[in-house]
């Protein structure tokens, strides 16, 4: 937490005529069809995580929000609606893809490769060349976006795993000329052919021996120069599927008359490398270097990644993962804040991201949550309350958080009708198939378990399959005595910070994953591994009985971390740096 801990004056740091351009796969805005508003759309601004972590940054710098807007519409027209009412009401800038490349580029690649193998799931992973071909696809139309807006001097900030290739193809886009002068050339061949042809599909084992070794010279050397081991065969594949590609790679060399590979350039004509500063940030977490490898593609996403100036990760652990993946794998020299590649040095941060407790505080003092919480209160009078909230996503470890509580009653029976489990499982992705299966799982489970231990009166797991609205989550853990978070792997968990920002009167005990990034930040949880049920079992044991005085020191430290790192304090310092 080094980097964004000691970096107090950020915010001061902030120039106030710098333009930020965030992309992220969806806009923040939900647009709908409906036919009672003017234009025949209606929008509405989500209040997720990363709007109130851009606040701060969006009043002290123009501010522009570029994604996917989430659906289709049947004319230009209608597009020329959304875009001038986005433009002007929300500085947002929509990305239209066809929805056969969304979903590809969406559920396929993002949802079903990266999703599954960065979080330990290996097995869930269901890589597919067509996948592969739209999630390139959907990065080029997002770089293609930007670069329309981006000038000199602009910052572009990129989220998350579903644009990882998007930094190296804005650059190429952008970039004309280079310190190495044929740079742009040799990447515009990565743009049309794939990052890094189709050489890992067919010929190349893409590892990289230790650095410095000659294996090593070679691999960094075939990175360097782009050499692809593609087959025509493939290269046509490639070329017909992904036909629009090859489009916008066409029109750019049309615009690049003196076939220097400078392209044309943003809007006001200035390219020169490093013009631009470029940001990525990973909200999940980046695995060691034996599972990231298992990636068809590893060389061409990490390829991707590194051509921003700046690369931050949650924790430390996930910067370190990153930094040996590229070592391993490219053979890049490496330091803990940074790698070197093709000349320049690429900085790899931790920003550990937070929540706005305040929405949180307010959300409290509203009448409709204090008489909700009141209703609650008197439903489970005598009663101790544990709160779980989750998308149901096999990260979150919900069977296993359900087999704890299992065990737990076994062990405890003089407990049975004394605690219940409230479990939000907010339906998530339910068009990939392991979500599908999950249902049935915890379905299964949470019926053997209230089965086993209810009775006419008391159920032990009241499971909630749908969201809930905002007044209703404070309500829920504001009333809870304790929290219980058991993802097997998760970037971070805002779950826990929302908690500990609801738990002002109650000091309530929060029950938190080791294999959580919030693990790693909030100091005062009961830290346990999901997997050993004996352990959580415990746990949550611990948390029933625990004295008020401790109760309240934990707290104490907790607030105090969830008050201070915010999300918009998260925003600003990456900003900053
Ligand atoms: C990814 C990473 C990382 C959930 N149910 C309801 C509801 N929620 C809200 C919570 C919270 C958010 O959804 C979930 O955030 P998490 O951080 O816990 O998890 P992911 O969605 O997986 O987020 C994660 C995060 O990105 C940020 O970098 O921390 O590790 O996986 O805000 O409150 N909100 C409402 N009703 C619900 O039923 N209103």
Redesign the pocket.
């Known amino acids: 937490n080094a980097n964004a801990q000691s970096d107090s004056g950020s915010r001061d740091r902030l120039a106030t005529n710098s333009r930020l351009i965030v992309v992220s796969n969806r806009l923040p805005v939900t647009i709908k069809v409906d036919s009672s508003q003017p234009g025949g759309y209606s929008f509405a601004l989500s209040s997720g995580?990363l709007v109130s972590a851009l606040s701060g940054a969006k009043k002290r710098m123009s501010f522009t929000w570029i994604g996917w807007p989430g659906l289709s519409v049947p004319t230009r027209e209608d597009e020329l609606f959304i875009e001038s009412k986005l433009e002007k009401e929300y500085s947002c800038r929509p990305v239209w893809l066809d929805p056969d490349v969304a979903d590809a580029h969406y559920n396929g690649f993002s949802n079903s490769i990266l999703w599954p193998l960065f979080h330990y799931h290996p097995g869930e992973m269901n890589f597919d060349e067509g996948n592969w071909l739209a999630y390139r696809e959907a990065n080029l139309r997002f770089a293609e976006s930007v670069r329309e807006i981006v000038r000199k001097g602009d910052m572009v900030w990129v989220q998350d795993y579903h644009l990882m290739l998007l930094p190296l193809m804005l650059r190429t886009l952008i970039e004309g000329s280079s310190a190495q002068g044929s740079v742009s050339q040799r990447e515009l061949e990565h743009v049309r052919h794939g990052v890094d042809g189709s050489s890992h599909l067919a010929h190349s084992s893409g590892l990289a021996a230790p650095p410095g070794s000659e294996a090593a010279e070679h691999s960094a050397a075939q990175v360097a120069s782009g050499h692809s081991h593609r087959t025509s065969t493939t290269a046509t594949n490639l070329n017909v599927q992904s036909g629009t590609t090859a489009q916008a790679v066409a029109a750019m060399e049309e615009d690049d008359e003196d076939g220097d590979g400078k392209g044309r350039g943003t809007a006001d004509g200035t390219t020169s490398r490093g013009s631009v500063k470029i940001g990525f940030f990973l909200?999940?977490p980046f695995p060691s270097s034996e599972i990231y490898r298992i990636l068809p593609v590893r060389r061409e996403i990490l390829l991707g990644v590194l051509h921003c100036d700046l690369v931050g990760f949650?924790t430390y652990d996930y910067a370190r993962h990153f930094l040996s993946s590229c070592t391993r794998i490219l053979g890049l020299p490496t330091m803990p804040n940074g790698a070197e590649f093709e000349g320049r040095y690429v900085h790899v941060g931790t920003y550990p991201?937070g929540?706005e407790p305040a929405q949180f505080i307010e959300g409290l003092a509203r009448d409709a949550v204090k008489t909700r919480m009141r209703a609650l209160e008197r439903r489970f009078e005598g009663v101790k309350i544990i709160v779980g909230?989750?998308?149901l996503?096999y990260?979150k470890g919900i069977p296993q958080k359900l087999h704890a509580l299992e065990t737990f009653l076994q062990e405890h029976p003089e407990w049975v009708g004394k605690v219940v489990l409230v479990q939000?499982a907010?339906p998530s992705r339910q068009d990939v198939e392991e979500y599908q299966n999950l249902r049935a799982i915890i379905n299964e489970a949470v019926g053997r378990i209230n089965g086993r231990f209810g009775t006419v009166e008391s159920m032990p797991i009241h499971f909630i399959h749908r969201?809930?609205?905002?007044e209703e989550?404070c309500a829920l853990y504001a009333i809870s005595d304790a929290c219980l978070v058991t993802s097997t792997r998760?970037?971070?968990?805002?779950?826990s910070y929302?908690y500990i920002a609801c738990q002002q009167q109650r000091n309530g005990v929060m029950i938190l994953s080791e294999f959580?990034?919030a693990a790693q930040s909030l100091n005062g949880s009961l830290i346990v591994n999901p997997w050993d049920k004996f352990a959580v079992a415990d746990a949550i044991h611990e948390a029933l009985t625990m004295a008020s005085v401790t109760r309240k020191a934990n707290f104490d430290k907790l607030s105090r971390y969830v008050n201070k790192h915010t999300a918009s304090w998260w925003g600003t310092s990456f900003v900053a740096e």
């Open positions: 995580g909200h999940t949650h991201i929540i909230v989750d998308r996503d990260i939000v907010v969201s809930v609205n905002f989550l998760d970037g971070m968990n805002l779950v929302e959580a990034g």
